[in-house]
């Protein structure tokens, strides 16, 4: 009966001297809790981090009011293109209009035409006259006009979220 305890000892395995055998079900299970808790740290690094769950979901647009400098700085007769704000001012003698940029079909930026002085579409052949009425191609109205004001300073201010009549313009 002796012996058949002396077969029971323990090894040092079990003693304590070492916590894991390197089997490939250990190493499996390891690199299974291993990936388990590196996926459930990426998802909480998502929602708790630097733009995470509590960052505001805010869009930093500029401003749809901004002025666009003096009525002198603009040529008589002339077309100019605010590319940064997509917007035209047009200037007949004394008075200004502000045109939007995007085409009235597909939302394409229009471009003027010195030579024929009207709005082209490159895309899909859209034509507009100076003052934004549209004339031939698949664009379904005019192009938007928005609101243009003389402030205290004496500088144009466009306000890109009123849009306005197509007789409504500025005159100085």
Same mark, same amino acid.
């Given at each position: 009966?002796?012996?058949?305890?002396? $077969?029971?000892?323990?090894?040092s395995e079990s003693e304590?001297?070492?916590?894991?055998?390197?089997?490939?079900?250990?190493?499996?299970?390891?690199?299974?809790?291993?990936?388990?808790?590196?996926?459930?740290?990426?998802?909480? #690094?998502?929602?708790?981090g630097y733009k995470g769950?509590?960052?505001?979901?805010?869009? &930093?647009?500029?401003?749809?009011?901004?002025?666009?400098?003096?009525?002198?700085?603009?040529?008589?007769?002339? @077309?100019?293109?605010?590319?940064?704000?997509?917007?035209?001012? @047009?200037?007949?003698?004394?008075? &200004?209009?502000?045109?939007?940029?995007?085409?009235?079909?597909?939302?394409c930026a229009v471009e &003027?035409?010195?030579?024929? $002085?009207?709005?082209?579409?490159?895309?899909?052949?859209?034509?507009?006259?100076?003052?934004? @009425? $549209?004339?031939?191609?698949?664009?379904?109205?005019?192009?938007?006009? &928005?609101?243009?004001?003389?402030?205290? #300073?004496?500088?144009? *201010?466009?306000?890109?979220?009123?849009? *306005?009549?197509?007789?409504?313009?500025? @005159?100085?």
């Amino acid at each position: 009966m002796e012996s058949k305890e002396k $077969n029971k000892g323990y090894t040092s395995e079990s003693e304590g001297g070492i916590w894991f055998s390197f089997s490939r079900r250990n190493i499996l299970t390891l690199a299974g809790w291993g990936l388990f808790f590196a996926t459930i740290g990426a998802y909480l #690094s998502q929602i708790l981090g630097y733009k995470g769950f509590f960052y505001p979901k805010v869009l &930093f647009e500029p401003s749809p009011r901004f002025a666009v400098g003096e009525p002198k700085a603009y040529l008589e007769n002339s @077309v100019t293109t605010l590319k940064a704000r997509k917007i035209f001012i @047009v200037r007949d003698g004394n008075s &200004f209009k502000a045109l939007s940029v995007v085409c009235q079909h597909l939302g394409c930026a229009v471009e &003027f035409s010195k030579e024929k $002085n009207i709005f082209e579409c490159p895309c899909h052949g859209s034509k507009y006259y100076r003052n934004g @009425v $549209n004339f031939a191609g698949p664009a379904p109205r005019p192009l938007d006009h &928005f609101e243009v004001v003389l402030d205290d #300073s004496g500088k144009l *201010v466009v306000d890109t979220s009123k849009v *306005v009549p197509l007789e409504t313009e500025l @005159v100085v």
